[in-house]
């Protein structure tokens, strides 16, 4: 059974949680709840901070206009320039708070 940590979460947007047992991850954001596997969400991760990346400089727009593909054949996310930013700091908090738990797991694997 599933014993999920609180990684990320914004009253408004979402949250980000793990299971450090079974290494999946659970992701809502909107009205979408995306189930991962550790290395599905860093490939995901990588294409959120890749796409957030290319509009960096733009003012923020709540016009729903990026597509970001999911894991999940056929399935896309539909967001605002708004929403993404918010989707890249809960994803991104997410991320450190992993890469947290790795070291400190590190201290205690022996």
């Not at 949680?17 to 490939?43: K, N, T, V, W």
């Not at 294409?47 to 400089?57: K, N, P, W, Y």
Request: some cysteine.
């Amino acid at each position: 059974m599933c014993a999920y940590q609180t990684l990320s979460f914004d009253e408004k947007n979402g949250y980000v949680i793990y299971c450090p047992s079974c290494r999946h991850l659970q992701l809502a954001f909107g009205c979408m709840l995306l189930y991962f596997g550790r290395d599905e969400f860093e490939r995901f991760k990588k294409i959120i901070d890749e796409i957030a990346h290319d509009f960096a400089d733009v003012p923020d727009s709540v016009i729903k206009t990026i597509t970001i593909p999911t894991p999940c054949e056929g399935l896309c996310l539909y967001l605002s320039l708004k929403e993404l930013r918010a989707l890249y700091h809960l994803s991104d908090e997410a991320k450190t708070q992993l890469q947290a738990n790795d070291l400190i797991s590190l201290f205690y694997a022996q």
